[in-house]
């Protein structure tokens, strides 16, 4: 539940998103390096579905990027709404996220090559209590390594929820007989193969 008690609709695929930071040239080259000289690639931008937290941990304060009043941490977790695992995340603002429509056009003609329809992301599989769980969890362990075991004390969501997407592309095409669907990541540029 968000700070104010609400629900989030995590049906619908996120209106917020990350801007794409790997262009879909990129993307494309990343993966037809491993491929036969020739082969015709196509990517399209789908945004992967992730809700992001803010926490305040209370617990003295000796190394941590974000400090706020004394003794608390304020801790950013992103949790794979489809996969849910949880990540430490830098802190975000309004500023770092764009709308779904703006991503697309920014995206160009390469968000739908072809004339293929758009990708749509996967369906979110967690609902929003079983995310702040996965991202609450996550807490305890990572801040404690990060601060030398000391004891780190209840976590409470400082800030509404956010429902984004993270922005990917889909690398599809043929070589030979065989099909080729990679995805890569349009933040790092890390790839991971589908089916080749």
Not at 41 to 69: K, N
Not at 89 to 109: C, H, I, K, Q, Y
């Amino acid at each position: 539940m968000t700070p104010g008690g609400s629900d989030l609709a995590l049906t619908a695929p996120p209106e917020l998103v990350w801007p794409a930071v790997v262009a879909p040239e990129d993307a494309i080259r990343t993966v037809a390096r491993r491929l036969h000289p020739g082969v015709d690639l196509a990517a399209r931008l789908y945004h992967h579905p992730f809700l992001g937290m803010m926490f305040l941990c209370g617990a003295p304060v000796r190394r941590f990027r974000s400090r706020t009043g004394a003794g608390q941490v304020l801790a950013a977790v992103v949790v794979d709404l489809v996969g849910g695992r949880a990540y430490l995340s830098d802190p975000w603002n309004d500023e770092d996220f764009t709308t779904r429509a703006a991503a697309l056009g920014v995206a160009g003609p390469a968000a739908t090559t072809r004339g293929a329809a758009p990708v749509r992301g996967p369906a979110p599989r967690l609902r929003e209590a079983e995310a702040v769980a996965a991202g609450r969890s996550l807490l305890p362990g990572v801040l404690a390594r990060r601060r030398r075991l000391d004891p780190v004390g209840p976590a409470e969501l400082a800030a509404p929820l956010i429902y984004f997407g993270k922005p990917n592309w889909w690398v599809t095409g043929r070589d030979g007989d065989r099909s080729i669907e990679v995805v890569v990541d349009a933040l790092s540029g890390r790839h991971y193969v589908a089916s080749a």
